[in-house]
């Protein structure tokens, strides 16, 4: 017997599915594309644009030339506020980054209880940045605050008063606020590693801290690059919780490169040199990022066994 030949009309052929459906999936992607070119790339000319102009918010655009980057690049306070946001980039980098890590790998664990303790340590991230700087300057007022309150002497200090306190305690309530972020990025990435790597490990002995260091780190790599470039981007635009909280002070203590732009264009009134200064904060954040990707490299054997 002969067996019929099939008839392939009206069948696409196996090179030509997966072409209409990368077509299809494209035409996905225009809304996002508009939506990018309408609020981020247009804006984005148009403070690039204005970084060239005279205007105090109100009145009439005039042309300046590069007077406005003139007064910025020649103003001594730049450096300061530039040295300032990057202290700020590289400390709450070192306090966020090993506190979501451990954070992470503990609420990945299959206790019903870490279900509970996630919800609470998600809630910071709820509040809003204005009322938790207002908060925590109610409770560091050496007068009517937490330690005057509770009559411990060692809280009752001056902690918005001098500068290294402020710094610190920016650093602090940044930290307390956007570590539970990043312990959600890192406790998706813990639950992606395959738990043959730790049955592995548990049959050659090795102990938890081990099995932390020789696989749980290694593979969080990508995940460690893509949570820092998060951070080190967010960081760059802390604006809110430091405005409440310090207002740049003391003196220049904590006034960062964005607070830099505010106080230059909301009340001095000179949009050009803040729109000149907003252009540099996009420069260093893109400088960052490019330099965090180059540094975590590509592993495609790493990448995919890790989930971010």
């Given amino acids: 017997m002969t067996v019929p030949p099939i008839s392939t009309r009206g069948s696409a052929s ?16 225009v809304p996002a594309l508009l939506f990018f070119i309408a609020f981020g790339v247009i804006p984005l000319i148009g403070v690039f644009v204005l970084s060239f102009t005279s205007w105090d918010g109100l009145g009439e655009i005039r042309p300046a030339g590069f007077d406005s980057w003139q007064a910025v ?3 001594p306070g730049l450096p300061h506020a530039l040295w300032v946001t990057f202290l700020v980039i590289a400390l709450s980098w070192v306090v966020q980054t090993p506190a979501s890590i451990l954070l992470g790998t503990f609420l990945a664990g299959a206790q019903r209880y870490r279900a509970v303790l996630a919800v609470f340590y998600f809630i910071p991230l709820l509040l809003s940045s204005a009322a938790i700087a207002i908060t ?10 937490l330690g005057a309150g509770l009559g411990i002497p060692i809280l009752v200090q001056d902690w918005l ?3 290294v306190l402020a710094f610190g305690v920016v650093i602090f309530v940044v930290s307390w606020q956007f570590i539970p972020f990043h312990s959600l990025i ?13 049955e592995a490990a548990e049959i050659d002995g090795a102990g938890r801290v081990r099995m932390f260091f020789r696989i749980t780190l290694p593979q969080l790599k990508y995940t460690i690059i893509t949570s820092s470039t998060l ?12 405005f409440v909280l310090t207002a740049g002070g003391p003196g220049d203590a904590t006034r960062v490169l964005a607070l830099e ?17 907003a252009v540099i904060l996009v420069l260093v954040g893109l400088a960052l990022a490019m330099l965090l990707r180059r540094l975590g490299g590509r592993d495609a054997s790493h990448s995919q066994l890790e989930g971010a």
């Fill in 161 to 163: 008063g001098k500068p």
């Fill in 136 to 145: 925590y300057k109610a409770l560091l007022d050496p007068n009517f605050g």
């Fill in 73 to 75: 690049l020649t103003d």
């Fill in 231 to 242: 951070m080190v981007v967010g960081s760059l635009v802390f604006f809110d919780l430091i």
């Fill in 14 to 29: 196996p090179a030509a599915v997966p072409g209409g459906q990368g077509r299809g999936l494209a035409w996905l992607a």
């Fill in 261 to 277: 732009m505010y106080k230059r264009g909301f009340q001095a009134n000179l949009m050009g040199p803040a729109s000149a200064i």
């Fill in 186 to 198: 890192y406790q998706g990435g813990v639950r992606q590693i395959p738990r043959s790597m730790y």
